[in-house]
T-cell receptor, first 112, second 113 residues
Framework: LAKTTQPISMDSYEGQEVNITCSHN???????ITWYQQFPSQGPRFIIQ???TKVTNEVASLFIPADRKSSTLSLPRVSLSDTAVYYC?????????????FGKGTMLLVSP | EPEVTQTPSHQVTQMGQEVILRCVPI?????FYWYRQILGQKVEFLVS????????KSEIFDDQFSVERPDGSNFTLKIRSTKLEDSAMYFC???????????FGPGTRLTVT
């Protein structure tokens, strides 16, 4: 599995756009990039997954440059309820045995 | 929206006792997982289960641990003789098919005294 590096913590204010960048210099050709969110005392929740360029869903956008050595999770207009830990994972998702290897993630704190 | 459920939400047990943590995965899912998270630490993979057998397990999942799918809906994690260091939040997850979109339950907080 490719190693990922992301900031330990980030602070933001309500209504702002938040961009969390993840570095994965050793990403393999078949690897996808997946982001999970975890609220305190809850299980992780899938947010978004992508392979290249841009992916958008109702929650977030994921930007992946052409070299795929990094990716950016973009959360538009955050609210207090977006305070959580965000994990970037890299691997091949086409196997049913896709165990998830979580790092320490990025703790996002949204203030009023 | 379908969800993974886990019981109990909190279990307190004495060292050396056996505990069984229960999970009901989403009904049409085929792949099942247990993870744990010690307070303040990373989420760690324990075991994956598919087609009624373990498909992968981590080094944490030693002989004290076992998993079972006793019927078509439940998925259990048994710890035979609990240790203090087993105190953690235990998450069950399930997945429909190939991919990384695993659905996690709310967790069981296990406290070993």
């Amino acid at each position: 599995l490719a190693k990922t590096t992301q900031p330990i913590s980030m602070d933001s204010y309500e209504g702002q756009e938040v961009n969390i960048t993840c570095s994965h210099n050793n990403i393999a050709t078949n690897d996808y990039i997946t982001w999970y969110q975890q609220f305190p005392s809850q299980g992780p929740r899938f947010i978004i997954q992508g392979y290249k360029t841009k992916v958008t869903n109702e929650v977030a956008s994921l930007f992946i440059p052409a070299d795929r050595k990094s990716s950016t999770l973009s959360l538009p207009r955050v609210s207090l309820s977006d305070t959580a830990v965000y994990y970037c994972l890299v691997g091949v998702p086409n196997s049913g045995y896709s165990t998830l290897t979580f790092g320490k993630g990025t703790m996002l704190l949204v203030s009023p | 929206e379908p969800e993974v459920t886990q019981t109990p939400s909190h279990q307190v047990t004495q060292m050396g006792q056996e505990v069984i943590l229960r999970c009901v995965p989403i009904s049409n899912h085929l792949y099942f997982y247990w993870y744990r998270q010690i307070l303040g630490q990373k989420v760690e993979f324990l075991v994956s289960f598919y087609n009624n057998e373990i498909s992968e397990k981590s080094e944490i999942f030693d002989d004290q641990f076992s998993v079972e799918r006793p019927d078509g809906s439940n998925f259990t994690l048994k710890i035979r003789s609990t240790k203090l260091e087993d105190s953690a939040m235990y998450f069950c997850a399930s997945m429909q098919g190939g991919g990384y979109e695993q659905y996690f339950g709310p967790g069981t907080r296990l406290t070993v005294t």
